[in-house]
């Protein structure tokens, strides 16, 4: 059976492998955002991938199709093969990015935030606190808990009020 993999690139090599794979045959999914880039000179729209590094491809991933996938220039492996067998992404989330891409709304990278992840907060009151994630409430609001004097406080904020960190040593 077929299915989608996570076929992870070398930087900037997505548009290449996209079209190399689907001159191999392969079904191929590479979604694109739109974003301003501002020269010395001049201001200029760029597409670019929506995941860096990523290209999705349809395949049945037998010998053949994963050696015909992972010889081409530019890719560096199929995410997950080797270390567990069978993962794919399944089709679902393809096309709910499919549909993302398709409305042409302006979209945005933006880093995965997840309980017990370290934050850094960079808007609003906080701003400047490093907490702790310790549980996020719907899809936009996140309970943090903040260290002071080894007492936790614990505040709602907006997903876009924080940045993920590396844990403080």
């Known amino acids: 059976m077929e299915h989608w993999y996570a076929v992870w690139t070398r930087a900037r090599h997505e548009f290449a492998v996209r079209d190399d794979l689907g001159t191999k045959g392969f079904e191929v999914f590479l979604p694109t955002m ?4 501002v ?3 001049r201001r200029k729209i760029l597409t670019v991938p929506l995941f860096p590094n990523y290209v999705f491809a349809r395949a049945f991933l037998d010998k053949d199709q994963y ?3 992972v010889r081409t220039l530019g890719v560096v492996n199929i995410l997950g093969y080797g270390e567990q067998k069978d ?3 399944p089709d679902e989330q393809i096309e709910s990015v499919r549909i993302l891409v398709d409305r042409q709304i302006p979209l945005a990278q933006h880093p995965y935030l997840q309980a017990g992840k370290y934050i850094r907060v960079i808007n ?3 701003a400047g606190t490093i ?3 310790k549980q996020v409430r719907g899809k936009r ?3 943090v808990q903040l260290d002071l004097l080894r007492r936790a ?3 709602e904020l907006s997903a876009g009020d924080v940045i993920p960190i590396e844990p403080p040593s």
């Open 87 to 89: 993962i794919w992404v």
């Open 67 to 69: 050696l015909a996938i």
């Open 141 to 143: 609001r996140l309970v």
């Open 131 to 133: 907490g702790i994630i």
């Open 153 to 155: 406080v614990a505040c």
């Open 34 to 37: 739109e974003r301003a880039s």
């Open 124 to 126: 609003g009151p906080f």
């Open 39 to 41: 020269r010395r000179d």
